[in-house]
Each structure stands twice: as structure tokens, then as C-alpha cells.
């Protein structure tokens, strides 16, 4: 069998790899999306996956930035950012088009030594029915306890209530309500766009401003003071 000469990962960037390659051939069978592009960001080959979630057309796609074929807006500038940095990135995005997924990326480098040829890559998983699930297990759990702690506490004065909201933010607003709705860090994050770190800072700013001491108690907070 001839060895594919383009990349270390021997896989199909080189028009000339032949069908017999069965590296390229494993990487195009992967669930995994995986997009190579060259330095620059023009598309050199993207497997099956990546096709079929982000509508890509690998033939008439070939050559083209990365960017000009991507649909959603949100992934064009998180692989812009990718570009423009020399480490590897990992990250959650959220996307609506083609259509609504939730993915886990790693954007990186590839090189080949002998060629001297190198560029960029990215590879996704798709963990939208996994968000799924988390997000309806954690809503059942969510008004499990709402429902608990209603029976055990009383009902907060609208004037108190007013007041302990006037001292959050609006983004510390924004996640208590995700949290009442039963949202987990990573969907809180998703949702308002920002990290997961950014979400725990949010989170325990709220904790202390409104002096809760604990998860349950914030998702109760939530639903009895109508933030949900």
C-alpha cells in the first residue's frame, strides 16, 4: 500500500491520497467532526461528521476559509480566536445553524516534519442529546427541591424580595434564574455566553450578596422569589 504523503496523521488533505489509505479512511468513519485547514484557515478536507453537522459541501468546500462555509456566527469567531492563538483550545459552543447542536471542540495544530507542510484543525464531539438529558434530570431534581423547601419555608415579603434583587447584577440575575430553572454551570454558560468559571464567579457573588449557603438553597431563592 502507497503511504499517503501529506500530513503525520496520513489522511486525505493531499489530492493525490489514495482510496486505499485506511488512516484517511478511519478518520472519515469517525463520529468525531474533524476539519484540516492549512495556516491560513482554507479548507484542505473534513471527514463525514463534520459534513453532515455543519452542512459542508468537502468538494466544493476544498480551497475555501474556514470561515466563509461555516453557518453560525458563534463558531465562525470562536475558530477566528482559534486562528489568532498558538496554543491548543478546548471549549463549549452552543450552535443554531445549520441547525440547533451542542458541541465540545479542540481547536489545534498539525504538522508534517518531512514536508514542512502545517496548519490548523478542528475536531467536535456532538453532546447535545447528553445536555439533553443533564438538563432534564437536573430540572426534575431542580423542582424536587422547590417543592421541598416550599413546605419548610415561608413565603418572602415582595418588599424583601425586591431588595435582595436590587443588590445582584444583572448577570447575577441571569444565572440564578438559570439555576432555578435547573440548568447545570455548562448550560448556564452556553446560555449567557460566557465560561463556566465566569458562572461560578456569578454564582457566588449571588450566594453572598443574598446569603445562601448552598445550591439548593439558590434554586429555591429563585422559584419562590419569581426570578424563574
Known amino acids: 500500500m502507497s503511504e499517503c504523503p501529506?500530513?503525520?496523521?496520513?489522511?486525505?488533505?493531499?489530492?493525490?491520497?489514495?482510496?486505499e489509505c485506511f488512516i484517511g479512511q478511519a478518520l472519515d468513519g469517525l463520529c468525531v467532526?474533524?476539519?484540516?485547514?492549512?495556516?491560513?484557515g482554507e479548507i484542505l478536507w473534513c471527514n463525514r461528521a463534520a459534513a453532515r453537522a455543519l452542512a459542508i459541501d468537502p468538494q466544493s468546500a476544498q480551497a475555501k476559509p474556514l470561515t466563509d462555509v461555516l453557518a453560525d456566527e458563534n463558531l465562525r469567531r470562536l475558530w477566528l480566536d482559534a486562528l489568532n492563538c498558538d496554543q491548543t483550545l478546548m471549549c463549549a459552543a452552543s450552535v443554531t445553524a445549520p441547525r440547533p447542536l451542542e458541541l465540545k471542540i479542540n481547536f489545534t495544530h498539525w504538522g508534517n516534519a518531512g514536508t514542512g507542510q502545517h496548519g490548523r484543525a478542528m475536531l467536535f464531539c456532538d453532546v447535545t442529546q447528553e445536555r439533553q438529558v443533564q438538563l432534564e434530570m437536573s430540572q426534575a431534581i431542580a423542582s424536587r427541591l422547590i417543592d421541598f423547601m416550599e413546605d419548610r419555608l415561608p413565603a418572602p415579603e415582595t418588599s424583601d424580595v425586591?431588595?435582595?434583587?436590587?443588590?445582584?447584577?444583572?448577570?447575577?440575575?441571569?444565572?440564578?434564574?438559570?439555576?432555578?430553572?435547573?440548568?447545570?454551570?455548562?448550560?448556564?454558560?452556553a446560555e449567557l455566553g460566557v465560561s463556566?468559571?465566569?458562572?461560578?464567579?456569578?454564582?457566588?457573588?449571588?450566594?453572598?450578596?443574598?446569603g445562601l449557603q448552598?445550591?439548593?438553597?439558590?434554586?429555591?431563592?429563585?422559584a419562590r422569589c419569581g426570578l424563574v
Not at 163 to 189: P, S, V
Not at 196 to 210: C, F, G
Open 162 to 189: 425586591a431588595e435582595a434583587i436590587a443588590q445582584l447584577t444583572r448577570k447575577e440575575q441571569q444565572a440564578l434564574a438559570c439555576l432555578g430553572r435547573g440548568c447545570n454551570n455548562d448550560a448556564i454558560a
Open 196 to 210: 463556566t468559571s465566569t458562572v461560578r464567579s456569578h454564582l457566588k457573588s449571588a450566594y453572598r450578596k443574598l
Open 33 to 40: 467532526g474533524f476539519v484540516l485547514t492549512t495556516a491560513a
Open 214 to 222: 448552598s445550591r439548593a438553597e439558590a434554586v429555591s431563592f429563585a
Open 6 to 19: 501529506s500530513t503525520d496523521f496520513g489522511c486525505p488533505p493531499d489530492h493525490n491520497c489514495p482510496s
